[in-house]
C-alpha cells in the first residue's frame, strides 16, 4: 500500500519475532516490555490467508494497538513480502524500508548482500543485530555472529550491518545426525569437553568431508568412543565454521547472540581460535532494536 | 579356521566383487575373464546366514570353483569378518591375511590406515587400486583417486598402499539433495558446465557450510538459475574434497577409477587446481588385482 503520514508505530505498541516454527510477542510501552509470550505459531503453523485472524487474535490478547513484525513473517512463505535492503544497512533503512499491511500494521524487512559474486540474506536476526549495537551490548564496529539452524556472521560498521555471511553449520548437524552413514554413532548428547574441543582443532583444517568420514573409521578401528562421536561432530563443524569465518576477520573478538549451551560450545571454539568472546542477551536486544525502529516509523 | 597347504585358488577361479549393494561375479582362468555378470545381490540384499547359499548358486552357475571375494561382503554386514591390513600395504600383504571360509573360499581383507591420530579404512577398493599399479594403468609412485558416495584418496609408494583419506563427498551431495533446506532446488541433472566449474572455483575456498547456504541466498536473489543448482553444489562438493586432497599432495597428477560421468568431473576439478587427470579402467584394474591375488594365495 502507498505510505502515508498516518502510518505510525509508536511508542505503545505490539512487537511480534515472527520466525517458522515459533513467535514471540510483546507489549512495549516507552521502550519497556510490559508483558511477553512465546508460543510455537511460526509462520508455517499459519495457513495462507489466516494471517489477519492471527493478528486480530493477537490482539485480542495483548491490546488493540500498532503492530510491528519481523522474520519470516515478511518472507514467501510469510503474510505479505518484505523486500530485502541491500546492505550495507542501518536502523533508518530498515525503518525507511517498512511493509505496511494496514495503517497500524508493519512488517521489518530483511536484509541482502552481495560481495564478490556471493549472496546472502538474512530475515530476522537484523532486529537484533542491529538493536545490540543501538543498546551499547555489542560496539558499533564489530564481528557479531547469531549461531543456529543458519548461523549468522555480520561485519558491523558504524552501527550498520557492512556485510555478513550465512553458514547452515547447524542444519548439516541435524543432517549427517538424521541421515548420514554416520546417523547411528550421533544419538549422543553435545557436550563441551574434550571431544567436542578435538573436533574442533580438526575442524581448522576446513576439510569436512573427509574429517567427517575418520568419524566412521574412528569407530571401525576403536579410536574414539562412539558416546563422544556427536561432540566430536558438533566441534568439527563449529570449528570449521569459526576458522573459516575469523581467517577472513580483521577484529580479535566475536559478539555472539546466542543461547547459553551453544554460546558455550561457540565460546570454546572461538578461544580456540585466538580471539575473545562475549555473549549478548538476544531478546534485550531484540527489544532495543524493535523500540528504535518503531520510534523512527 | 587354520590356514593349510591345502587352501588355494590358483588360475581358474571366481573372483566377486561383492558390494554394499552390487555384486560382480568374474569366471577368469588364466588371468582371462571367461565371462562376468552383474547383479543387485549386494550384502544388504543377504541375509546372516545366507551366504553359503548364495555362493552355491553362484558355483552352479559359473563352476564348482575356488572363490575369492573382495568387498562388503568381508565387514561386520557381510559373510565373514576379514579383518583390516595396516597400510602401507601391497598385495602381498593382502594375499597373506586372506581371510579363509573354507578350503577354496576366501575373502580379501580391507586395508586400515592411521596417520597423525586419524584413521581410515576402506574395503573392496584395495584390489582394484593394488591392481591398477600391478598391471601397469598407474604407476608406483603416484596418487589415486576412486570417486563415488565414498571418496578414496591413495598415496601409492613403490607399488603399495601407504596412506589413503575417504571424503564422503558423495554422501554429502546425496543427503543435501534428499533433505536440506536446498532440496527444492538441486532436482535437476549435473552437468559438467559453466554452473560445475564455478562450483570447483568456490569449493577452493573449503568453506562449505556458507558456500551451501549461498545456494540458498542465490535463489532469493536471483544470482543464479535453479537449474544450475545440482551442477554448482556437486562443483562445490568435488572441488573442495580435490582442493584439500592436491593442498597436501606433492604429485603432479591424479589417476582416477571412476565411471566416465563422474571421471569426467574429478578431472575438471582436478585440472582447475592445477594438475593433470589419468583415467583407468576400473573393471581391468580389479581383475589384474584378483588375478594376482589368486596366484599368490
Redesign the interface.
Known amino acids: 500500500m502507498v505510505v502515508s503520514d498516518a502510518m505510525r508505530i509508536g511508542e505503545r505498541f505490539l512487537a511480534v519475532d515472527w520466525g517458522t516454527t515459533n513467535r514471540r510477542v510483546y507489549l512495549i510501552e516507552d521502550g519497556v516490555v510490559i508483558r511477553s509470550e512465546r508460543d510455537d505459531r511460526g509462520v508455517k503453523a499459519v495457513a495462507a490467508g489466516a494471517f489477519p485472524a492471527e493478528v486480530a487474535t493477537i490482539r485480542d490478547s495483548f491490546g488493540d494497538l500498532p503492530m510491528l513484525l519481523a522474520g519470516m513473517v515478511g518472507s514467501t512463505i510469510g503474510w505479505q513480502v518484505a523486500p530485502?535492503v541491500p546492505a550495507p544497512a542501518g536502523m533508518m533503512d530498515l525503518a525507511c524500508a517498512l511493509s505496511w499491511v494496514d495503517e497500524r500494521t508493519a512488517i521489518v524487512p530483511g536484509v541482502?548482500s552481495?560481495q564478490g559474486?556471493?549472496?546472502?540474506?538474512m530475515r530476522g536476526e537484523e532486529v537484533q543485530l542491529l538493536g545490540a549495537v543501538a543498546a551499547g551490548l555489542a560496539p558499533p564496529n564489530a564481528l557479531l555472529a547469531q549461531p543456529g539452524t543458519?548461523?549468522k556472521w555480520v561485519s558491523m560498521e558504524d552501527g550498520r550491518i557492512a556485510g555478513f555471511?550465512?553458514?547452515?553449520?547447524g542444519?548439516?548437524f541435524a543432517?549427517?545426525r538424521?541421515?548420514?552413514?554416520l546417523a547411528p554413532q550421533l544419538g549422543g548428547s553435545v557436550s563441551p569437553g574434550d571431544a567436542f574441543r578435538e573436533g574442533v582443532e580438526?575442524g581448522k583444517?576446513?576439510?569436512?568431508?573427509?574429517?567427517?568420514?575418520?568419524v566412521?573409521?574412528?569407530a571401525?578401528?576403536n579410536?574414539r568412543d562412539d558416546a563422544d562421536a556427536a561432540s566430536y561432530v558438533s566441534g568439527l563443524?563449529i570449528g570449521?565454521?569459526v576458522a573459516?569465518?575469523l581467517a577472513d576477520s580483521r577484529h580479535d573478538a566475536v559478539h555472539l547472540l546466542a543461547d547459553p549451551v551453544l554460546g558455550a560450545l561457540y565460546t570454546i571454539a572461538i578461544e580456540a581460535n585466538g580471539r575473545e568472546a562475549f555473549a549478548i542477551d538476544s531478546h534485550a536486544a531484540f527489544v532495543a532494536g524493535i523500540v528504535r525502529i518503531g520510534a523512527m516509523s
Open positions: 530485502y541482502s552481495v559474486g556471493r549472496g546472502d540474506v543458519h548461523c555471511t550465512t553458514a547452515m553449520t542444519e548439516l543432517m549427517l538424521g541421515h548420514s552413514i580438526h583444517r576446513r576439510d569436512l568431508a573427509a574429517d567427517l568420514f575418520g566412521r573409521a574412528a571401525m578401528l579410536l563443524l570449521s565454521d573459516a569465518r
